[in-house]
Nanobody
Framework: EVQLVESGGGLVQTGGSLRLSCVVS????????IGWFRQAPGKEREAISC????????YSPDSMKGRFTISSDKPKNTVYLEMNSLKPEDTAVYLC?????????????????YGQGTQVTVSS
């Protein structure tokens, strides 16, 4: 069973930084991808970034490029999301998700399993 556990969220001031972690378990190979998403109250879920574990290639929508960086540590089965220059509008629950049987990220990738999420609050 695939499981994902996020951590690293919290309260930060405008302009600050946070690094979120997503610990992944349940995969036997590396033919999967991990994506980071966020969901604010009353808003639709937004895709932030994706990383293919096999070769660490990444994909991010244009709107998310610049302040968010995704990376992975294979031996630790952990994917990170580095967030810089945070703004109040970045306040949301941040979730990681897994897409199985894939070696690349693209906008139409289906993610089957989501973690519980970690709250990020940016104060003005």
């Amino acid at each position: 069973e695939v499981q994902l556990v996020e951590s690293g969220g919290g309260l930060v001031q405008t302009g600050g930084s946070l690094r979120l972690s997503c610990v992944v378990s349940g995969f036997t190979g590396d033919d999967y991808a991990i994506g980071w998403f966020r969901q604010a109250p009353g808003k639709e879920r937004e895709a932030i970034s994706c990383i293919a574990i096999s070769d660490s290639s990444t994909y991010s929508p244009d709107s998310m490029k610049g302040r968010f960086t995704i990376s992975s540590d294979k031996p630790k089965n952990t994917v990170y999301l580095e967030m810089n220059s945070l703004k109040p509008e970045d306040t949301a629950v941040y979730l990681c998700a897994a897409a199985k049987e894939t070696v690349w990220c693209h906008p139409y990738l289906t993610f089957e399993t989501y973690g519980q999420g970690t709250q990020v609050t940016v104060s003005s």
